[in-house]
């Protein structure tokens, strides 16, 4: 059957897994990235039948309409986050293969379960993705994560290709000077691991241990709404914080990929957290409480890893 005489849909349905994750890098927030693909998709719908026959590519109009939409947004959200209770920070994903399918519908679209788990999503790189001028992080990512040439860059950005040569140029070299991630995640788990049993200890020599004398922790509120630096005294907010044992519980996770930390009360995931490590210590810790942003976590019944059976 030709795409032509296929409905509406079937041409550009296939297309919603790579739009989500295109959108979730330039906006870090998982909701944000959901609103702007409908946006598309209701573009998409709102043109006559033989407008969509004349688009040669439905995939790539999308892309450009998704994009711009997000270049719209990126544009805004630096006023709407003068208002933020804490420090803003990017929307933290689960691993879908730490659930347990608490879904009734398990074939139901979730989102969360369409973002790649790659380097491209680790908190550390939406944080300095964060730090660029909206222009810049557009054409870094269409550029430099997902290949996409600098004539169609420009298209979408609205400046010519030399302009968004240099754009992705310059987002680059603050992807360069940013502190390198981790390369064993299974060293990173480990001190995430040691981290956890600390904490439950309240053992503030072990914390102190783990985190880096100069580490920052940076959380959006909920008795972090500025960030802490150095390890001391992170590891003394960090036993005052985590409240009575009989009532809060931590889990070891995969967050954006990589080994965090989520805290539960009264069988509800409250915090996300996740962490920049290298060697044997922690450098950043993010701590994320925004209902908004834990959407995801609330969707389906946790399964702790550490509990799992092979």
């Given at each position: 059957?030709?795409?032509?005489?296929?409905?509406?849909?079937?041409?550009?349905?296939?297309?919603?897994?790579?739009?989500?994750?295109?959108?979730?890098?330039?906006?870090?927030?998982?909701?944000?990235?959901?609103?702007?693909?409908?946006?598309?998709?209701?573009?998409?719908?709102?043109?006559?039948?033989?407008?969509?026959?004349?688009?040669?590519?439905?995939?790539?109009?999308?892309?450009?309409?998704?994009?711009?939409?997000?270049?719209?947004?990126?544009?805004?959200?630096?006023?709407?986050?003068e208002h933020y209770v804490g420090e803003w920070l990017p929307e933290p994903l689960p691993d879908p293969t730490e659930w347990n399918g608490g879904r009734s519908d398990t074939t139901a679209f979730d989102p969360a379960d369409q973002v790649t788990l790659d380097e491209s999503v680790g908190m550390a790189f939406l944080v300095v993705l964060d730090s660029m001028s909206p222009a810049q992080r557009v054409a870094f990512i269409l550029h430099d994560v997902f290949r996409y040439p600098f004539a169609e860059v420009a298209r979408i950005v609205g400046r010519t290709p030399a302009a968004c040569r240099?754009?992705?140029?310059?987002?680059?070299?603050r992807v360069r000077a940013a502190p390198k991630p981790s390369a064993s995640t299974a060293r990173d788990a480990a001190v995430?691991?040691?981290?956890?049993?600390?904490?439950?200890?309240?053992?503030?020599?072990?914390?102190?241990?783990?985190?880096?004398?100069q580490a920052t922790a940076v959380g959006d509120g909920g008795g972090l709404r500025r960030p802490l630096r150095g390890g001391e005294k992170i590891a003394r907010h960090m036993v005052r914080f985590t409240?009575?044992?009989?009532?809060?519980?931590?889990?070891?996770?995969?967050?954006?990929?990589?080994?965090?930390?989520?805290?539960?009360?009264?069988?509800?995931i409250v915090t996300v957290y996740s962490f920049d490590i290298a060697g044997d210590h922690i450098r950043r810790l993010w701590a994320v409480r925004n209902p908004d942003k834990l959407r995801s976590w609330r969707r389906g019944l946790w399964r702790d890893p550490a509990q799992a059976h092979p």
């Amino acid at each position: 059957m030709s795409t032509r005489s296929a409905p509406p849909a079937a041409p550009v349905m296939g297309e919603r897994r790579q739009l989500i994750n295109i959108a979730y890098r330039m906006l870090g927030s998982l909701a944000d990235a959901e609103d702007a693909v409908q946006e598309a998709y209701a573009r998409w719908y709102a043109l006559s039948s033989r407008e969509r026959e004349a688009v040669e590519s439905p995939g790539a109009w999308l892309t450009t309409v998704a994009s711009r939409v997000c270049l719209n947004q990126l544009g805004s959200a630096r006023a709407r986050r003068e208002h933020y209770v804490g420090e803003w920070l990017p929307e933290p994903l689960p691993d879908p293969t730490e659930w347990n399918g608490g879904r009734s519908d398990t074939t139901a679209f979730d989102p969360a379960d369409q973002v790649t788990l790659d380097e491209s999503v680790g908190m550390a790189f939406l944080v300095v993705l964060d730090s660029m001028s909206p222009a810049q992080r557009v054409a870094f990512i269409l550029h430099d994560v997902f290949r996409y040439p600098f004539a169609e860059v420009a298209r979408i950005v609205g400046r010519t290709p030399a302009a968004c040569r240099q754009l992705a140029s310059s987002a680059r070299r603050r992807v360069r000077a940013a502190p390198k991630p981790s390369a064993s995640t299974a060293r990173d788990a480990a001190v995430v691991r040691n981290l956890k049993r600390a904490w439950e200890a309240n053992d503030i020599d072990a914390l102190v241990s783990l985190l880096d004398p100069q580490a920052t922790a940076v959380g959006d509120g909920g008795g972090l709404r500025r960030p802490l630096r150095g390890g001391e005294k992170i590891a003394r907010h960090m036993v005052r914080f985590t409240g009575r044992p009989s009532v809060t519980t931590l889990l070891e996770c995969t967050v954006n990929g990589q080994p965090g930390l989520v805290t539960c009360q009264g069988g509800a995931i409250v915090t996300v957290y996740s962490f920049d490590i290298a060697g044997d210590h922690i450098r950043r810790l993010w701590a994320v409480r925004n209902p908004d942003k834990l959407r995801s976590w609330r969707r389906g019944l946790w399964r702790d890893p550490a509990q799992a059976h092979p």
